[in-house]
C-alpha cells in the first residue's frame, strides 16, 4: 500500500458514512478497506492493469474514483446521477487534491452524452466499478457496446445474491474481500 492510498483511505475514515435516496435507488457508501484488497489482489494478479481507463458508475461521493486514482495511479472518472452527490464527490476530490484529473458527469451512467460531458465515450472505458445500483443496466450496456476485453468489477454483499451472472459477459472471479466474508467483488469481462 503506497503513502497516496493510506491518505484517501485516512480521508474518507473522518467521513460520516451515511446511505442517500437518489433519483436511482439508494448510495451506500463502500467500504474502502475491502476495496483496497481487492484491488490488490486484482493488481498482483494482473487482471486489473493500472493504466486501463476506469469508471465507477454510480460514483456517489467519489472515494473509489479518488482510491482508484489517488492510491494507484488509475485514470479515472466518475458518473454520477445525483446532484448533491456529484456535488460532495468534486468537493471530496477537490480536498484531496485531485479535482483537476478526476472528473465526475453527473448524469445516467448508460446515457453516451453523460460520458461526454467530461470528454470521454463509454467503449473508451476499460474497467468499470459498479456497487450494486443499477448493475444489470451497466452490464447490458458494456456487453453491447463496449471492446472485447473490458473489465466489470461488481461489489455487492453475499446476502443479496449469489454471483450474479450477465449476458454477453464472462464470470472470471468471485473474491470475498473481508474476512466476515459478506463483501463480494465479482469480476467480470466481455
Not at 454520477?80 to 464527490?89: R, T
Not at 463509454?122 to 444489470?136: A, D, H, K, L
Not at 474481500?177 to 459478506?182: A, E, F, G, M, W
Request: charged share 25%; with cysteine.
Amino acid at each position: 500500500m503506497t503513502n497516496n492510498t493510506q491518505r484517501v483511505l485516512d480521508y474518507f475514515r473522518r467521513q460520516t458514512l451515511a446511505s442517500k435516496r437518489t433519483l436511482e435507488g439508494v448510495f451506500i457508501p463502500a467500504n474502502l478497506d475491502s476495496v483496497r484488497d481487492g484491488f490488490e489482489f486484482l493488481i498482483d494478479k494482473g487482471i486489473l492493469d493500472t493504466r486501463r481507463v476506469f469508471c465507477d458508475a454510480g460514483s456517489g461521493d467519489g472515494r473509489i474514483v479518488a482510491l482508484a486514482s489517488g492510491g494507484y495511479g488509475i485514470p479515472s472518472f466518475g458518473v454520477e446521477c445525483d446532484p448533491e452527490l456529484v456535488i460532495k464527490s468534486r468537493e471530496n476530490l477537490k480536498r484531496l487534491g485531485m479535482s483537476d484529473t478526476v472528473p465526475i458527469a453527473e448524469g445516467d451512467f448508460v446515457s453516451d452524452g453523460t460520458y461526454e460531458s467530461v470528454n470521454r465515450r463509454f467503449e473508451q472505458v476499460e474497467i468499470f466499478f459498479n456497487y450494486w445500483s443499477g448493475e444489470r443496466k451497466i452490464a447490458s450496456k458494456i456487453a453491447m457496446q463496449s471492446l472485447r476485453g473490458t473489465l466489470f468489477l461488481l461489489l455487492y454483499n453475499r446476502e443479496y445474491t449469489p454471483s450474479p451472472s450477465f449476458d454477453g459477459l464472462h464470470h472470471e472471479e468471485t473474491l470475498n474481500i473481508t474476512k466476515s466474508r459478506d463483501a463480494i467483488l465479482g469480476v467480470y469481462r466481455k
